[in-house]
């Protein structure tokens, strides 16, 4: 974990002795249950993990921000007058431009700042490192300048520069998650509407663990635009059959299971992912109200069962690591979590099982595959928000 007063003590040592003004947390998001629903207009159950981004800050000289990353010993400077063209190279640095010029773009009056970053969000995981990264930087930008900006439209500007200057055509679950998640609740986001609703999730005695298989395939990025396809085309399918039909969000479960040998076996496979599992998000929201946790595992396996056979997102890595972790006493159910292709799963688990669950995979799965995965334990966290210096 991050230790806040390093993040302090660093910033002198970067920036000439000077002591920051300020100090934001920007957590990381783990998804519990509603994977590729978001960008179908669709629900999804995410929370804040104890994981984080910080961002110290204070002002800068004249109208330039300058930027440390301790992970990556590099410091890059950007001009407020000039910020540059939106990219896409995904570098760290297009997340923090593409945050400031699109703060400026929303009509925000920024000043230059000093900022140094640090981080224990693993980095292409599945747990949204680049939300947490521009959300913290956005925080620190508009403290240093004294500027305010409503909670959800700060989400929507950081969604915006992910999108234009990261080349990610990500939804708005993560900078939401990382903006408005409560302490021990999940956020139920209606990605349509954008309304939403808090859950608590952090019940007695259980907790919830991340496995990462440090695992990433090449595959993903030209796998993601191709499922987006995919599902626009089971859209205009439905869109015959009823003009109502927008999103995979407006189809029901007993419209897919009419329809599945007219489509294309392909479109109706991921058709059939989306909207189940934008059901066994609502259905999961109601368990954890009850208190079933029981139920909730239930609907998490189900879900990467889905993803693997249906929506085709997996890997062995991860489906290796969800059969070793389903197994062990006290797991209640365990997917794969973000994108897909490696990265994280998540685990829901009793307090006395996270033992036994990490001996498991040391065991059975760390002996199998070349890279070791890692065991991130986490509680239901807060949302971004200044911290005490």
Known sequence: MVNPQNVVQQFG?????????????APGRVNLIGEHTDYNDGFVLPIATQQATWVAAAPGHGRTVRAHSVALDETAQIDLDNP?????SQRWVDYVRGVAACLISSGCRLAGADLLVDSDVPVGGGMSSSAALEVGVAKALLGISGDIVETVELALICRQAENRYAGVPCGIMDQFACLLCRKGEALLLDCRTQHYEHVRVQLPGACFVIVDTQVKHALGRSEYPLRQQ???????????????VQALRDVSPEMVGRHLSQLDPVV?????????????VLLAATAFKKGDLGQVG??????????????????????SAVEVVAGVEGVYGARM?????GGCAVV?????????LTEAIESRYN???PEPARILTTLAAAGAGLETL
């Open 337 to 341: 979590t973000g994108g897909g292709f």
């Open 268 to 280: 109706a496979a991921r058709c059939h992912h989306v909207v189940t599992e934008n059901e066994r």
């Open 367 to 369: 002996r199998v595959y």
């Open 13 to 25: 040592q970067h920036f000439d002795g000077a002591k920051p003004e300020l100090l934001v947390r």
């Open 298 to 319: 239930k609907l998490l396996l189900a879900s990467h069962e889905s993803l693997r056979d249906r929506y085709e997102v997996s890997c062995a890595e991860l489906d």
């Open 84 to 88: 540059g063209p939106p990219g896409g």
């Open 348 to 356: 829901l688990a009793r307090e006395d099982a996270v033992k036994l």
């Open 230 to 244: 995919q599902c626009r085309q089971g859209v205009e399918y439905f869109r015959q059959m009823d003009p109502k």
